[in-house]
């Protein structure tokens, strides 16, 4: 079967893409502007560590109303990225519930933030990692109602104790398969490449 991507719906695009590309990695977004908003994004990755830079891409509410975190980065310029852990589901998933802007998902569904570093958002409580970003660009896709956002990493927070002197992190995080959520599974080690 080989479908042609311009005739199908943009509803079975994304269908199809979100099971295609997997596991897709979760940003839990923290931003601000009258209060403190709290969103997950799986349409997330990393994409240089030269500048560090992250891209997110954030939809719309509709046409002419943009998401509460697009709205807050487009005006502050900051966003807090939160890793997310099986005890987090829960939290996570409510969080990507459509509200009114000026209701906050921390105080809506008690989730327990505290500031990390001045000047930016602040951290959900408990994440064991967190990644303090600044936009550098958005991007504009002609009839799409997703807009790519280009993030420079400026900190990475760590908790004690996932990370050992080799910088290697051990981290059990969700990611997204689908419609669901998923672990991200049993580690493979990277077969040795054969010297002709």
């Keep these: 079967m080989l479908l042609d991507f311009e005739s199908l719906k943009q509803s ?31 349409f997330f990755s990393g994409i240089s560590s030269n500048p560090p830079t992250v891209m997110l891409a954030v939809g719309h509410k509709s046409p002419a109303v ?11 310029k900051k966003c807090v990225i939160c890793s997310v852990e099986p005890r987090d589901l829960e939290p996570m998933h409510y ?18 933030t505290h500031t990390l570093v001045e000047g930016f958002p602040p ?9 303090f970003c600044t936009l550098i660009q958005e991007v504009e896709l002609e009839g799409s109602m997703t807009v790519p956002l280009f993030l420079k990493i400026e900190h990475l927070y760590i908790e ?6 080799k910088l290697h992190l051990q981290l059990d995080l969700l ?20 010297v002709h």
């Excluded at 979100?18 to 009258?34: L, M």
């Excluded at 990611?175 to 080690?189: A, N, Q, S, T």
């Design 12 to 42: 079975d695009r994304y269908k199809l893409m979100s099971q295609v590309i997997v596991p897709r990695p979760i940003a839990w977004a923290v931003t601000e502007d009258q209060s403190i908003n709290i969103a997950p994004f799986s």
């Design 66 to 76: 943009p998401k509460d975190t697009l709205a807050n980065i487009r005006k502050n």
């Design 95 to 112: 969080t990507s519930a459509m509200l009114d802007h000026e209701i906050s998902e921390s105080e809506l569904f008690d989730i327990k």
């Design 123 to 131: 951290v959900i409580e408990g994440v064991k990692t967190a990644m």
């Design 160 to 165: 004690e104790g996932c990370v050992d002197e």
């Design 175 to 194: 990611g997204r398969l689908g419609k669901e959520y998923v672990l991200m599974g049993e580690k493979i080690k990277a077969p040795v490449i054969p």
